[in-house]
């Protein structure tokens, strides 16, 4: 089973950036009870789109400049990176098939 790659401000330019497939990533905080509810659903992405995207996990609190240089406000916060480029942003707790629709778009 597949894993979220775990992200912090010094992984998240190769993890994310540079990566050669699309990248959704959960900004997430420990005290954020919506974004608890949406993990398991996170987790699940990580092994179905295994080899198509990659998911990830950035901790607000222990990495705020990557979240402060995306205007993160509010979380959970997901938004799709490509070609190093945020192409969608997800506000909120969503349905994993909502997130399972905006990721497909953009494969």
């Known amino acids: 089973m597949s894993h979220p790659v775990v992200l ?19 900004f997430w905080a420990e005290w954020c009870g919506p974004c608890k509810m949406i993990a398991p659903a996170i ?10 995207a990659k998911i990830a996990k950035l901790d607000v609190d222990s ?9 993160i406000r509010s979380i959970p916060s997901l938004l799709i990176f490509k070609n190093g ?3 969608d942003q997800i506000v909120g707790a969503v349905p994993k098939q909502k997130l399972k629709e905006r990721l497909d778009a953009n494969l």
């Not at 987790?43 to 198509?52: D, V």
């Not at 990495?63 to 205007?71: P, S």
């Open 85 to 87: 480029r945020v192409v």
């Open 63 to 71: 990495h705020n400049m990557t979240a402060g240089q995306y205007g």
């Open 8 to 26: 912090s401000d010094s992984n998240f330019a190769q993890e994310v950036l540079q990566s050669d497939k699309p990248v959704l990533v959960d």
């Open 43 to 52: 987790t699940e992405l990580a092994s179905e789109y295994a080899g198509k």
